[in-house]
């Protein structure tokens, strides 16, 4: 079956990096496209990054351009997302997502910005 599971999230201040992990199992890695999403408190979970399953094509959403970073390692099974310049906003709950017939998604991993 379909597993993902993030991690690396923590505390860290306003203007440190963190650098997340979602490691894949159940299915072929290389043949599909991987997303990061977030979902901070009271808010809904919206779309953070995106890549091919090639990496050829990276997007990402106009609140992280110029500081988070997708890649991904097809032979690790391993997406990450490279975090820089953490502002209080980014304050959420991340989450990896795939799309295999049906959508399927970590369990998450806190990331919390705050002096």
């Known amino acids: 079956q379909v597993q993902l599971v993030e991690s690396g999230g923590g505390l860290v201040q306003p203007g440190g990096s963190l650098t997340l992990s979602c490691a894949a199992s159940g299915f072929t890695f290389s043949r599909h496209a991987m997303s990061w999403y977030r979902q901070a408190p009271g808010k809904e979970r919206e779309l953070v990054a995106f890549?091919?399953?090639?990496?050829?094509?990276?997007d990402y959403a106009d609140s992280v351009k110029g500081r988070f970073t997708v890649s991904r390692d097809n032979a690790k099974n391993t997406m990450y997302l490279q975090m820089n310049s953490l502002k209080v906003e980014d304050t959420a709950i991340y989450y990896c997502?795939?799309?295999?017939?049906?959508?399927?998604w970590g369990q998450g991993t806190q990331v919390t910005v705050s002096s």
């Open positions: 890549i091919t399953n090639g990496s050829s094509r990276r």
């Open positions: 997502q795939v799309r295999v017939i049906n959508n399927y």
